[in-house]
């Protein structure tokens, strides 16, 4: 029994310690079928990627890609969530380079219009996760991630409530509408217990993700697999376990056959 694929992984190109071939390495010493480089979107402030090393990227990935056969390797990109209005740092353009976009909220982004820094960044930077949110402030938030899986065919939303405050159940709903997964993080899981409780009686299918900055990191699964067993989440409504994703961009794009 094993989880197949680590679908959030950093390099040195964002906030990652390691080399894309690294954390390709560290996948398949750890037995997996799949794994994705997603380094931190364009309009992060400290860790973006730049948009002239992604040439570098995708060719480094091509020849990874001959270069370990027994691995699939797909080079996406955890993007920010950037506006209140459920914008993205990225363009319509920039999709088909993408093989997988994560989506997430992140501090010291680039907000999209100025007065999403005010009404946006600077409110969620104050409060953050906390109970001290208001009802109009977590609305605003949950609203914001509703559009973005309106407006974006985003595959995955990476740790719904780090530093932000959404109602995740109704997050977790609209991933379920448009076939988005929602994350169960590496690093740290910011929804409650009830709330990933409630998000699991509904259905919701997961994906389990390092969000590996070093490499000794990809594949580690400890984490969310402590939270499914506190919550009793079904393996079965873990998307990467024991089986393959099928993500919302690449069906979009006819990726897949069958
Ligand atoms: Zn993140
Ligand atoms: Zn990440």
Partial sequence: MA????????????HGKGTIEENVI????????????????FRHMTYNVRRMDWKTMRQET?????????????????TNLSSRRGKADILPSDMPMLDLVICGYHKFVLPDKLSDFGMFFLPNFI?????????????????????LLENYSVDIVSHINYGIKADAAEVARACRHFGTYVELNGKRISMTDKELEIIASE???????????????VGDFSVPVAAIER??????????????PRFRSRKEKGLYKD
């Avoid at 560290?26 to 979107?41: Q, V």
């Avoid at 091509?62 to 955890?78: A, D, M, Q, R, V």
């Avoid at 259905?203 to 990191?217: K, L, N, P, Q, W």
């Avoid at 919550?231 to 393959?244: C, D, S, T």
């Fill in 203 to 217: 259905g919701t299918e997961f994906i389990c993700d390092s969000d590996a900055h070093s490499v000794e990191r």
């Fill in 3 to 14: 989880f197949w694929g680590d679908y959030h992984t950093h390099t040195i190109y964002s």
């Fill in 26 to 41: 560290r996948a398949l010493k750890s037995g997996l079928k799949e794994i994705a480089i997603t380094d931190h979107g």
């Fill in 127 to 147: 409060f953050g996760n906390t109970e001290k949110s208001s009802a109009k402030l977590i609305k605003r938030n949950t609203d914001a991630y509703i559009k």
């Fill in 231 to 244: 919550v009793g989440i079904p393996y079965a409504q873990i998307a990467n376990w024991e089986r393959l």
């Fill in 62 to 78: 091509e020849f990874l890609k001959t270069k370990y056969p027994s691995i699939n390797i797909y080079l996406g990109l955890e």
